[in-house]
C-alpha cells in the first residue's frame, strides 16, 4: 500500500502518514481526497511512480495508475493509505441494477399510496444527491440513501448531516450485515437481491433497522432474563429494550420495504438513536413505531428524537505515523491485507435497554405516589391500562390491583404467603 500520492489539480506530494498531509495552505484536503471516487475526478490522485516518470507496476500490468485514498486497519491503528483504482472499485453492473430498482421501487410506492416522490434529489450547495425522496402529508421529507457498496465511514456522517441541514431525514439502505452505515445514520437492511425480482415486486422484508420496544417486569414468570444481573436472576424492577421482530415476544409480522416507504413519511415511524449503557459515546439508530418511541422518551426522560451523531467515530479516527513519503509503486502487493476485516455490525441482539428504579417501600395509609413515568412503564409490562394500577399490599410495588381478575397481592408475595 502506498502512503503518499500526487494530486493532479493542485500539483502537489501528498504524504497521508502526516496530520497535514506534508502540505499548507490547502484546508479540505483530507475530505477532498477521501471523497468517493464516484463524486470526483477519477484522476485526481496519481501513482507517484507514474508521476516521477518511473515503472508503475499498476500501468504495466494494463491497469490504471490512478488511486483513491481510504482507511486502512492494522491491529488498532487506522492509518491512510492509497491503493491503485480496480476495475471493479465503481458499482458493478449488477448493483448498479440493484440500486436502479430499489430506487424506483421506493418512488412507485410512494406514488402508489399518494405520496410525492422524487428520484435523483440535489442538496443545496452542491452537496450531494439523494436517490429519493419521499414526502409525507405533513411536510416530513425522507431522503432515501441506497447503498449497496462500500462507503466511508465519514461519508456517511458528512452526507447525513448536509440532508439533516435541508430538513431531509436520511434514510440509508444496506444489503450487507458488515456495512459501515449500520448505526452511524438512520437505516435499513435488505436482502441482496437480484434486480430483476426487485423490480417485479418480490418480497423485500426489512432485515435490519427496525425494532420494537418490549416492557416488562423482571419476575421468575416472566419469559426474558433480567437485565442487569448476571445469569437468569431476576430483580423485580420493570425493564425495557428493543427487539427485532422475530425476536419479540409475542413474535412481530416482518416489516416490509413498502411499509418503510409509507410509514416514514407519513410519521407512523420515525428514527431513534440509543445510546449503548456501557458508553454513552455509541449507540444504535433504529427505526420504531411513533407510539414506541414516546413510550421510550417517556421512561427515560428524552425528548430529543434523533441525537445528532459525533462526526467521527472513535474507531474511525485516523492514524498519523509521520514517516517519509515511498515513491515507489506498491501495485501487486495491494490487498486488504492491511484490513482486519470489516466486522459484522448488524447484530439481532438486545440493546442493553433501560431499567426503571424500583419504587421505595410506602407507608400503609398514606397516599400512593406514582410519577409519570412509573405509571407508564408498569401498564406496558403488565399489559393493562393505567386506571388498574395499584401497590401491592405486601411489597408495595406496582401491580394490577383493579379490574377483573385483579388481587391485593403480586404473584411473588402470593407465593410467600402460601409457603408460610
Known sequence: MANGVWHTEYGIEINLTKPDLGVEGYPGLLQEITTSVSRRNPRLLECLAHHRGQRCESEAGGKSPWMFVRRGRVGGRRPLVASHLPIT?????????????????????????????????????????????????????????I?????????????????????????????????????????????????????????????????????????????????????????????????VPALCLPQRKPVHIEDLVVRSATGESVPVRVPDRRDGRTGRHMWVSADDRALWQELIGEKTPLPTASTEDEDDAITFAEQEVDRTCRAGEEGWFVSDGRRLRDLDRPTGGFTLPRMPVQPSGTPMRITTVERAAASAALGCPPWELGLCAGCAQMMRRYGRNAAMYCTPCRTALNGR
Open 89 to 145: 472499485h465503481r458499482a458493478t453492473p449488477a448493483e448498479s441494477a440493484q440500486h436502479r430498482a430499489t430506487k424506483e421501487r421506493v418512488v412507485e410506492t410512494a406514488a402508489r399510496c399518494g405520496l410525492a416522490a422524487e428520484a435523483e434529489v440535489p442538496l443545496a450547495h452542491r452537496r450531494g444527491v439523494s436517490d429519493a425522496v419521499v414526502t409525507g402529508p405533513d411536510g416530513v421529507r425522507i431522503g432515501w440513501e
Open 147 to 243: 447503498q449497496y457498496h462500500h462507503i466511508s465511514p465519514s461519508s456517511v456522517h458528512r452526507r447525513t448531516a448536509n440532508a439533516l441541514e435541508q430538513g431531509i431525514t436520511p434514510l440509508w439502505v444496506a444489503k450487507d450485515r458488515t456495512a459501515s452505515l449500520i448505526d452511524r445514520a438512520p437505516w435499513a437492511r435488505v436482502d441482496d437481491m437480484p434486480w430483476k425480482d426487485i423490480a417485479d415486486g418480490k418480497e423485500m422484508v426489512i432485515r435490519g433497522g427496525y425494532r420494537h420496544l418490549e416492557v416488562w417486569k423482571c419476575v421468575p414468570s416472566s419469559d426474558r432474563h433480567c437485565l442487569d444481573s448476571e445469569g437468569a436472576g431476576h430483580c423485580g424492577a420493570i425493564h425495557a429494550d428493543w427487539f
